[in-house]
């Protein structure tokens, strides 16, 4: 049955519900509404009858639809610069990194993955059996998924799609933790298989190479191409000297410059 | 008294240099009243107020525990010799309490019930009086709203709570030492732990970044909202640092505990908002659990407000509950009768207690049927008008809003708030 009507099997139903105006409409509020972090109340009508159009012309096609949306104009609003006039620039413009994405996001870029093996507490009779390995930023019981942003569905149903005092904190600890691996595992690879540390060696101190490093990790991490001699780099070459003179520890050096970039406005927001 | 601001942090010598503040604090609110502080303490799983608060023994419709009617001020309240702590609490600061009866959830649903008693509406993506009263009054704060139970809703203003976790997550955040490891417990890692001077140095590059990104694509709308939350939470961040005592919030959540820290947060000007809880009361098996859980709640209230009654406020002379309202709620009652695991279902009429600054107190408002029917109300005056409109959670919630200086038609424009709260 789909609203009176009977059905027979689910392709008679998909059917019925592809034709009913108030799900494509409702879909693509959602789709619309999740790529750019607001409420379906949030989505303008005529931007949502337009995506409706697209889902019928696709033949409700999601993947049409999701393209259309992250290709489209508002989803560039971000990096705009100057004001367009339209509104457009109130309502949409930077993403915040879900909890999840946070996650993948910093194990694609140093392979670390926050996770932790609670098997051994298996034994334990105040906790619940089989707690497994639970990714920290997925799991929001033991882990830091509300605390970054997200939901559990039961204490907090809606996440949060900006930055508070303990969203910061998560971002601050998953960079510590990202820095740290990387430059003790970096420097004990072969060049070719690191994960970012591919220019320097643990004595490498001179400004020239140390700035060639600092360029690849701009491109790397926040995909800005700059030469490495331009003044952009500047103050990230400036951090990493000033915590090489403070510690005279050319890891520690690049532990502290990593934390501090990998915690950067560019890496919490896209 | 030292508070925990984005100024002083500023003034104080800190790196964190931020743009001026964007709101001053209001002297007094549109609702008539002066700004009070904040604290909500939740008794989730919904309890049985025929316990304490909605006397009714000696009737067939309604199965309730062994006790007799005291009276404290003009409250009557239900009273026995195995739970003690209520009756110590009443006796203390009865003056200062307005009981709120039969108050109507229109749900039956933990979740739906929850959201509607916390934010007097039916939606998960309003704030809830908590997070509303915070950002009113105080967003400048370093922590406005602190949560340190597990339920709360903050909606459009996610950016000024400051959220313990479930299982206090939020001290292994401040202390990764304590916190769950990464990897496992026989070999854990932990992150790297820049020393003061290094902490300093990534600060001063993120707040540079962050500052150029502002001047670059962060002047109007959207974006500088979000630069702005992300610049304010990396103060905020810090200044959590500072409340060393969150560690002990560990995961049993001990309610005395909680108490204590959210005294800690309110004296020392972190927040203006916290919320606290008590969980378990989902009683559908063996009802007269809801001894044991009262015995725990009001020994944790009577410790809260017995220490806001004698620590000093913030103005000459006053003390801290001169300046703060408590409100003690739980989402849903319990049905009138025992299933046959001797426990209660759920119930769609509730109780709370409104107490501290403002407060018509010594007094009941609102009532409820011999069949736990919530009986229809005036809100001007709290007297009951049987066949009367019902006191709804909104009315509740709009009530509190006024009582802290909220002008609730702001948040709350479809609830006339239950005026008969304040004096």
């Known amino acids: ?270 | 008294m030292h508070k925990l601001s984005r100024r002083n942090l500023i003034l104080g010598g800190s790196a964190l240099l931020g743009t001026a503040l964007a709101d001053a604090r209001p002297t007094r609110a549109a609702s008539g009243a002066p700004p009070r502080k904040l604290i909500l303490m939740v008794a989730s799983g919904g309890w049985d107020p025929t316990y304490v608060l909605d006397p009714k023994p000696g009737l067939s419709t309604i199965d309730g525990p062994s006790g007799e009617i005291r009276r404290f001020d003009d409250i009557p309240v239900f009273t026995d010799a195995s739970r003690p702590a209520p009756t110590a609490f009443f006796e203390a600061h009865a003056s200062r309490c307005q009981v709120i009866n039969g108050v109507q959830t229109q749900s039956i649903v933990h979740a739906d019930c929850l959201k509607r008693v916390l934010t007097g509406t039916p939606s998960d993506a309003s704030p809830d009086i908590g997070a509303i009263t915070a950002f009113t009054h105080a967003r400048e704060l370093a922590a406005p709203y602190l949560v340190l139970g597990q339920t709360s809703y903050t909606g459009p203003l996610a950016s000024i709570a400051a959220r313990a976790g479930t299982a206090n997550q939020i001290g292994g955040l401040l202390n990764p030492y304590a916190g769950l490891p990464a990897g496992s417990f026989e070999q854990p890692t932990y992150p790297f732990m820049p020393d003061v001077t290094e902490e300093s140095l990534i600060r001063e590059y993120v707040t540079a970044r962050t500052a150029r990104e502002t001047a670059i694509r962060g002047q109007l709308g959207h974006n500088k909202r979000r630069l702005e939350d992300f610049s304010d939470s990396l103060w905020r961040g810090d200044a959590l640092k500072n409340v060393g005592t969150l560690g002990e919030l560990d995961f049993t959540r001990d309610l005395m505990v909680q108490a204590r820290l959210a005294l800690e947060g309110l004296e020392t000007g972190l927040c203006y908002a916290v919320q606290i809880e008590l969980g378990g009361w989902d009683t559908h098996a063996n009802n007269a659990a809801q001894t044991n859980l009262n015995e725990r709640l009001y020994a944790g209230l009577k410790y809260l407000v017995d220490e806001l009654a004698a620590r000093p406020g913030e103005n000459a002379g006053s003390k801290m509950i001169d300046e703060t309202v408590v409100v003690v709620l739980s989402e849903m009652g319990r049905t009138p009768k025992l299933n046959a695991a001797a426990g209660k279902d759920h119930w769609p009429v509730t109780s709370a207690i409104v107490l501290g600054s403002g407060v018509a107190g010594g007094r009941v408002v609102g009532a409820s049927s011999d069949e736990l029917g919530a009986v229809g109300v005036d809100l001007e005056t709290g007297s009951s008008l049987p066949g009367g409109t019902q006191l709804a959670y909104g009315n509740l919630a709009a009530g509190i809003l006024s009582l802290v200086g909220v002008d609730p038609a702001t948040f709350l424009p479809n609830s006339e708030p239950l005026h008969a709260l304040a004096t």
């Open chain 1, 1 to 270: 049955m789909y609203f009176g009507t009977s059905t027979d099997g689910l392709v008679e139903l998909g059917r019925l519900m592809a034709d009913d105006p108030r799900f494509s409409l409702c879909a693509a509020k959602r789709f619309y509404g999740y790529f750019h972090q607001l409420a379906t109340d949030e989505v303008p009508l005529h931007i949502a009858a337009s995506l409706q159009k697209l889902l019928y012309d696709t033949g409700m096609d999601a993947k049409a639809l999701a393209r259309a949306i992250v290709l489209g104009e508002d989803f560039r609003v971000s990096h705009v610069v100057t004001d367009q006039g339209d509104g457009r620039m109130d309502r949409v413009g930077y993403k915040k990194l879900r909890p999840i994405q946070m996650g993948q996001l910093i194990r694609e870029l140093t392979g670390f993955e926050w996770a932790t093996d609670l098997t051994s507490l298996d034994d334990d009779p105040n906790l619940p059996y089989g707690l497994g390995a639970p990714n920290l930023l997925e799991d929001s019981f033991f882990g830091y998924n509300v605390l970054a942003g997200g939901i559990d569905a039961i204490f907090v149903t809606r996440p949060s799609h900006t930055y508070s005092a303990t969203s910061s904190l998560v971002l601050r600890t998953l960079a510590g933790h990202a820095a740290r691996k990387v430059v003790d595992e970096d420097f004990d690879q072969p060049a070719a298989q690191r994960w970012l540390l591919h220019l320097v060696e643990v004595n490498t101190d001179d400004e020239g190479t140390i700035r060639e490093q600092l360029a690849a990790l701009h491109l790397r991490l926040y995909g800005e191409r700059h030469p490495s001699e331009d003044a952009a780099l500047d103050s990230t070459w400036a951090l990493w000297r000033a915590a090489f003179a403070h510690s005279s520890d050319i890891s520690r050096a690049w532990k502290t410059t990593l934390s501090a970039m990998l915690q950067d406005v560019r890496i919490a927001y896209y």
